[in-house]
């Protein structure tokens, strides 16, 4: 069975620091990554996925299959990426999605 | 263009009440799916749905059953609340990729 671990419930960094949410996850087969944000009183949205290998609002992630890891990363926090974060992984066909418990991103102005 | 809707927002129920959930998107999403996040558990599938008049169990399925009659709407139901189910219950569609969420019920069992 597919398991995604984010280690950490919050993380805490001053603003204009580098910030690293992880990600690792357990799959037998090839899987979608994805990372999921929800912002205060907001839905959650989808940030960035790993195909696309995209940079949305600064942030980037990187798929290492050696480390089953997809780790997001910003090199400079902002205030408005506080915000809880969720990692998930998708099985091929995409009909079901199975999230991280979330890590809880502040930025300290 | 609505997205994903639900209702109720809020919901409180005694313990041994019913109640059903609504979801519905104006997407044309074939998959829908019902979630339920707490604290430190994150996001966990109750059910989900490939197709309208289908339906599948997901991590956390017990106490719940869901119905997809419609392809735009996706129900949940409790049959008999338990203090347990007290959460915050998230709506999804979505046609592949990404999924689309629903803004969420926040429901309180007593």
């Known amino acids: 069975a597919q398991r995604v671990t984010q280690p950490e419930k919050l993380l805490s960094v001053f603003k204009g620091a580098p910030v690293e949410l992880k990600c690792n996850y357990s799959y037998s087969g090839s899987p979608e990554l994805f990372w999921y944000v929800q912002y205060s009183r907001q839905r959650l949205q989808l940030l960035l996925r790993h195909i696309s290998r995209e940079s949305i609002k600064g942030f980037t992630a990187d798929l290492n299959k050696g480390e089953t890891s997809f780790h997001l990363k910003k090199p400079f926090a902002q205030e408005e990426d506080s915000a809880m974060y969720y990692c998930a992984l998708s099985m091929g066909g995409y009909q079901k999605v199975t999230f991280g418990t979330g890590t809880k991103l502040q930025v300290i102005p | ?110």
């Open chain 2, 1 to 110: 263009n609505a997205g994903v809707t639900q209702t109720p927002k809020f919901r409180v129920l005694k313990t041994g009440q019913s109640m059903t959930l609504l979801c519905a998107q104006d997407m044309n999403h074939e998959y829908m799916y019902w979630y339920r996040q707490d604290p430190g558990m994150g996001l966990r599938l109750i059910h989900y749905s490939v197709g309208e008049g289908t339906t599948a169990k997901g991590e956390v399925p017990d106490g719940y059953n869901v119905s997809r009659l419609k392809k735009q709407n996706f129900l949940l139901g409790l049959e008999s609340a338990a203090p347990s189910q007290t959460s915050v219950y998230f709506c999804a569609s979505g046609s592949g990729i990404e999924q689309y969420f629903g803004p969420g019920t926040r429901l309180t069992v007593t």
